[in-house]
């Protein structure tokens, strides 16, 4: 099966810093990773799929990129609105089999 | 708009069994897989398994056989999760999720099941 590592596990940032979390994979997954957002109480958010693509209505200063078994995703400027725990999510298609990474927790400092 | 809106928030015993709806409107139901995400309290997501909603054929992730059932209701446009044996670390909120080539889009809001004596 294939593993999932984020870090960090928590981060805390200002208003307008540029945050960066890394997601590993323990084998190559092409670019089958996806990005979510979830705040607290709430459903998770599709932000970005297949690595770099960023969804409809996702503001532009979020972005992801990389493949293979390296991937990052970059707030360019921390919002309050931002606050949220981040998960990246692996899918293999033979067979059909999601997961997600452990998630990084984002805080303002 | 697509939209999942899920059953509310069960309390059971231990040993009862729930089952949980999810909704689906906005779209034709038989033409995107359906996905069960678990979230223990405190935790992290957990990818429990897909539903093909045009054959009707579940997939359970490992740690997700046994107890755990999913089902359809094609005229109502709704699936189903069905747990059984309830113990208490099956308390979580449970989701169901729109597949779309291998993301989840669509989410449902969430049903939190709190297992309890």
């Known amino acids: 099966d294939i593993q999932m590592t984020q870090s960090p596990s928590s981060l805390s940032a200002s208003v307008g810093d540029r945050v960066t979390i890394t997601c590993q994979a323990s084998q190559d997954i092409s670019n089958y990773l996806n990005w979510y957002q979830q705040k607290p109480g709430k459903a998770p958010k599709l932000l970005i799929y297949?690595?770099?693509n960023l969804e409809t209505g996702v503001p532009s200063r979020f972005s992801g990129s990389g493949s293979g078994t390296d991937f990052t995703f970059t707030i360019s400027s921390l919002q309050p609105e931002d606050i949220a725990t981040y998960y990246c999510?692996?899918?293999?298609?033979?067979?059909?089999?999601?997961?997600f990474g452990p998630g990084t927790k984002v805080d303002i400092k | 708009q697509v939209q999942l809106v899920q059953s509310g928030s069960e309390l059971k015993k231990p040993g009862a069994s729930v089952k949980v709806s999810c909704k689906a409107s906005?779209?034709?139901?038989?033409?995107?897989?359906m996905n069960w995400v678990r979230q223990a309290p405190g935790q992290g997501l957990e990818w429990m398994g897909w539903?093909?909603?045009?054959?009707?054929?579940?997939t359970y992730a490992q740690g997700f056989t046994g107890r755990f059932v999913f089902s359809l209701d094609t005229s109502v446009s709704t699936a189903y999760l069905q747990i059984s044996s309830l113990k208490a670390e099956d308390t979580a909120v449970y989701y169901c999720a729109r597949d779309v080539s291998g993301f989840f889009q669509h989410w449902g809001q969430g049903t939190l099941v709190t297992v309890s004596s």
């Open positions: 999510q692996q899918y293999d298609n033979l067979p059909r089999v999601f997961t």
């Open positions: 297949d690595a770099s």
């Open positions: 539903i093909n909603t045009n054959t009707g054929n579940p």
């Open positions: 906005g779209y034709t139901f038989t033409s995107y897989a």
